[in-house]
């Protein structure tokens, strides 16, 4: 008997599939090109120029992906909001630094390519680069069968920005009596969400299409996606306003990350009732019983960014944030004592 000859697609990897879906995306990455950009879809490689303005420019660049919060839009089939978390965990990385975005590329690892999903994906990424004023340049999409679970994929990010060296944010200007300016978040953002599975799909059986008192349908109101920060922030340091350090509260909360940018000597003091704190985490802290010292460890609770600047500029600073549309309150100070946080 004659054997069938054996096809790269007989194998699990669809080339057709592949272009079909560059094809589909192609239009949603020119949508994020900036002048800077040199080229176009179809290179080996993505080329763009620095901008003219800086005189003494800095790189700077990041990488990260979503995590297991994935494993939500796995669930509830909707793929088109986790692109932005991808773009947003990178670039406010960047932007602690007091770096401008320039330019974003992404991996799509997936067991079967399917261009619909990869064209939903590539979507919420090239709305994540509009927000940040950044160009998608280029990107990855790795078919590969047997090597994730049916309908699964993972992601990871890449961003580069710039920064003139003398404007660059390393924290040490902070000094003690520095205002903490807590930027509110939009949620849970891309952290915690093995604790928040187990929690709710694990122990309380939930399902993502369950509804629960302050939240909606339970899979929505997860899968809301990370706030951008970045044009508000960078607003805020061409007014001129003396940034002395900035904090991208992801994984750890406040609890580990404002620590990271503050000189040796120095402490924050975090008043806990500042701001309000978003219907999902107490949803978690009262579903699941966790301490709320394990909240503020692992969750951002309600406060993705912040920015601490002299007080003589706090106020000045917050008005210029709400008018860019997100909501910021005081949430503490910077004095002497061990490099920690300490709630009050």
């Not at 660049?61 to 965990?89: P, Q």
């Not at 952290?191 to 369950?210: A, I, M, P, Q, Y």
């Not at 000597?265 to 009732?273: P, Q």
């Not at 949430?331 to 300490?342: M, S």
Request: aromatic share 6%; glycine share 12%; charged share 25%.
């Amino acid at each position: 008997m004659r054997r069938r000859r054996l096809t790269y697609k007989a194998a699990g990897v669809d080339i057709d599939a592949g272009e079909e879906a560059v094809r589909r995306l192609a239009h949603l990455v020119r949508h994020t090109y900036r002048p800077e950009v040199l080229g176009d879809i179809g290179a080996f490689a993505g080329f763009f120029r620095l901008p003219r303005r800086y005189r003494d420019p800095v790189l700077v660049a990041s990488t990260d992906g979503v995590g297991s919060k994935l494993k939500l839009a796995f669930l509830t089939g909707r793929h088109d909001t986790v692109g932005i978390d991808l773009v947003a965990m990178s670039v406010t990385d960047l932007l602690v630094h007091g770096a401008e975005p320039l330019i974003f590329l992404d991996y799509i690892g997936i067991g079967r390519l399917r261009p619909r999903v990869v064209a939903a994906i590539v979507r919420g990424i090239a709305a994540g680069c509009r927000q940040a004023g950044c160009a998608l340049i280029g990107g990855e999409t790795a078919e590969l069968p047997d090597f994730y679970a049916p309908g699964e994929y993972d992601l990871a990010g890449f961003a580069v920005g710039v920064v003139e060296r003398r404007r660059l944010v390393d924290g040490r200007a902070v000094r003690p009596g520095d205002v903490l300016l807590g930027l509110a978040s939009t949620g849970l953002h891309s952290n915690g969400f093995s604790l928040v599975r187990k929690l709710l799909f694990e122990r309380r059986r939930l399902r993502v299409s369950d509804r629960l008192p302050g939240l909606g349908v339970l899979g929505s109101a997860l899968l809301t996606p990370t706030r951008i920060y970045v044009k508000p922030v960078l607003g805020l340091l061409r007014a001129g306003v003396p940034v002395h350090a900035m904090a991208h509260v992801t994984g750890g909360g406040l609890t580990g990350n404002l620590p990271r940018v503050l000189p040796p000597g120095l402490e924050a003091v975090v008043r806990r009732g500042a701001w309000p704190v978003p219907p999902v985490f107490d949803c978690l802290r009262e579903v699941g019983g966790i301490a709320e010292a394990e909240m503020f460890r692992v969750f951002n609770m309600g406060i993705g960014f912040v920015c601490v600047v002299p007080p003589a500029r706090a106020a000045g600073a917050r008005l210029l944030l709400e008018a860019a549309d997100v909501p910021t309150r005081e949430i503490g100070v910077i004095r002497r004592g061990p490099r920690r946080v300490t709630y009050t």
